[in-house]
Structure formats: C-alpha cells, structure tokens
C-alpha cells in the first residue's frame, strides 16, 4: 500500500505519534512518504525527553519531504 503522510503541526506529541505510525507501516512493508507542511517544518525543536521526535526521524526509511 502507498500511504502519504502530512505533518503540519509543531506539537512534538502528535508529530512523534505520526512517525511511529508511518515507521510501524514501512515495517509492514508498505511505501510510506511523509511530507512536512507549515509549522511541521519545525520538526527539529518539537521534541522532548518523552516525545523523541527525532529518535522516531532517525528510524524512518521512507521518503521523507521538508
């Protein structure tokens, strides 16, 4: 399956739950883009000690777009 995932928001909860999600369907085997819009941008400061946005970033093995 293709999926397409658009993130625009600086919220580091919603933004790590998104990439769970999009790293949990590239283990399924599905072809999954993520696309950072807007504020989603910010992506790099969004994170703390209990979201790791970038942890969930550095697993990611789709295409990735910013």
Known sequence: M????IISTDDG???YNAMRLANVGVAKGD???VFMLGKGVLFEQSGDEEFNVMGEMERFEGDFYV
């Open 2 to 5: 293709k999926v397409l995932m």
């Open 31 to 33: 072809e999954v883009s």
């Open 13 to 15: 909860e919603t933004i």
